[in-house]
């Protein structure tokens, strides 16, 4: 069974960083995609970044986080990362995993099949 495990959020200041992991188990990165995706308090949960290929591999970030976050992964250990760093108050949400088995372009989470129980951003002004 698929199981997504997120972990390394916490509280920091503007400006800080952070680096959040997403421990895969039960798939494999060769033929699908892993993102990230987050929800604020009152918002709609929304795309972050996105890694998918194998052979080439393929990166898509939100707008907003361009040139601060980065997707990572480690085949060996079966692990996505997301590093944030540069943090605002506005990045604050629940960040959650998510992933395809089978490789589609799409900032949509209605696109993706499985997804982690989400783990905790919190950035002070």
């Known amino acids: 069974q698929v199981q997504l495990v997120e972990s390394g959020g916490g509280l920091v200041q503007a400006g800080g960083s952070l680096r959040l992991s997403c421990a895969a188990s039960?798939?494999?990165?060769?033929?699908?995609?892993m993102a990230w995706f987050r929800q604020a308090p009152g918002k709609e949960r929304e795309f972050v970044a996105a890694?998918?290929?194998?052979?080439?591999?393929?990166?898509r970030y939100a707008d907003s986080v361009k040139g601060r976050f980065t997707i990572s992964r480690d085949n060996a250990k079966n692990t996505v990362y997301l590093q944030m760093n540069s943090l605002k108050p506005e990045d604050t949400a629940v960040y959650y995993c998510?992933?395809?088995?089978?490789?589609?372009?799409?900032?949509?989470?209605?696109?993706?099949?499985?997804w982690g129980q989400g783990t905790q951003v919190t950035v002070s002004s």
């Open positions: 998510a992933a395809r088995s089978t490789v589609v372009d799409t900032t949509i989470s209605n696109d993706y099949d499985y």
């Open positions: 039960g798939l494999t990165f060769r033929n699908g995609a």
């Open positions: 890694i998918w290929g194998w052979s080439i591999r393929y990166l």
